[in-house]
């Protein structure tokens, strides 16, 4: 191997690293070597199967494009396992460790996900337990930190298992590569090779014909040989649109488990593990604050708390409320954002005549269904609250339920002044917000 080749290698993974982070690139890249580089294709040469596997399907697309932006043409990067290289070590070393295993570590003890866990657990022991596993639920609940716990887990053992994680979508791309390369028999097989399968993001599968027939192939010859399969997916089989039958048949064959959206309990209770692990202590009253103001899946969450205790290491102050109010604007103060859901629940209820839990319940009846959009419509549009945090606390409603709620109160409100009128009184009850509206 060329100096040349080896420099534009250090490059690849120093780039690599900033796009992904210091733990993957550790994990995967660092036992690889650079073998050949010539007539546009990159070689790479890795210690196993396991490591192949994952650096061409989850990494390949990455790589090919920072060695595109660094040479200024098109490169293929070609991965071969090479027998002479150390082996990687496992995923929970210590010199890999970081905030994510320890937020995977306390999805374990969360009550949204005790029978998906148990699932997971019982189909890697015994794959003719109701395989395939099919979990779904939505985006940030933890679907797929929780299967990559137990495939890590996997990893560890005595014998190591073989295990594979693709997303729909570069399933899809890889496999229409490996048609257009004439290389589909060579792809099928790296496939087929794997103890365990794991499908992230099912639900994208639809209206992939081709897709669909190839993935049905595969799932059909891995459960016929007792090798556990789990899919990911945001919605359950039925919900999934232009889904060929067969597959879908194949879906709902097996397990199907739905984790809700963490609370703001287990948000708080993941968000104070992950703080943990960090060298400066972060208060309580701080994850509160991140957990009831930063809107969206736990992963930002995540995110927004490690920003906040690098913030706290790099000026060397404590990660109080009054800090991060001065680093943060958006989780400062006690306007509008700060708002009480129960107690907005609880005056909505007592002004209708129903009670806080039927209009947090799914119950359709009249009454409740029109406190439900009218807290959906104060919450939103009225304190400006993110509808996801309001859906959440309504127990997991659809996020489109906000844009329906809101027409429908706003239609009321126009047509009914005397339910205007009731409005106007609960918003002079809380206080708040009115010049928002009027």
Known sequence: MNVLAQDLWHEVRTEFE???????????????????????IFTLGVPNDVVREWITTRYGDTLEKIFQRLTGSPV???????PTLPRPRSSGAPEVRHARPSKEAAFLTRPENRLANG???????????????????????GKTALVRHHLSRLGEEETPRATLTVTAEAFSENLVRAIRDRDLTAYRGRILAADAL???????????????????????????RGRPVVLTSRHPPNAIFHLDEGLRSYFLSGILLRISDPSEASRSA????????????????????????????????????????????????????????????????????????????????????TSPAEISSNRKHRTAVLGRHLVVYLATVVFDLKARRVVRHLGGLSPSTTAYARRKIELKRREDPIFDARVRALLDRLDSGQKLLF
Do not use: M
């Open 198 to 224: 794991v499908l992230e993001e099912a639900h994208r599968l639809r209206g992939k014909r081709r897709t669909q027939r190839e993935f049905l192939s595969i799932l059909q010859y891995l459960i016929q």
């Open 119 to 141: 699932a997971i657990q019982r189909l890697f022991r015994q794959p003719e337990t109701g395989n395939p596993l099919f979990i779904y639920g939505p985006a940030g609940c």
């Open 18 to 40: 900033i796009e992904h982070g210091a733990a993957a690139t550790e994990l995967w890249l660092r036992s690889s070597r650079p073998r050949a580089f010539s007539r546009g």
């Open 76 to 82: 293929r990067v070609l991965v071969e396992v090479d």
């Open 270 to 353: 993941i968000l104070g593990a992950v703080a943990d692990r960090f060298a400066r202590p972060i208060p309580p009253q701080t994850i509160t604050r991140i957990v009831s103001r930063v809107p969206g899946s736990l992963d930002r969450q995540v995110r927004f708390l490690e920003k906040v205790a690098a913030f706290a290491a790099l000026e060397k102050k404590p990660a109080s409320i009054e800090f991060v109010a001065e680093r943060f604007p958006e989780l400062a103060g006690d306007g509008a954002r700060e708002v009480d859901l129960d107690r907005l629940i609880e005056i909505v209820a007592e002004e209708f005549g």
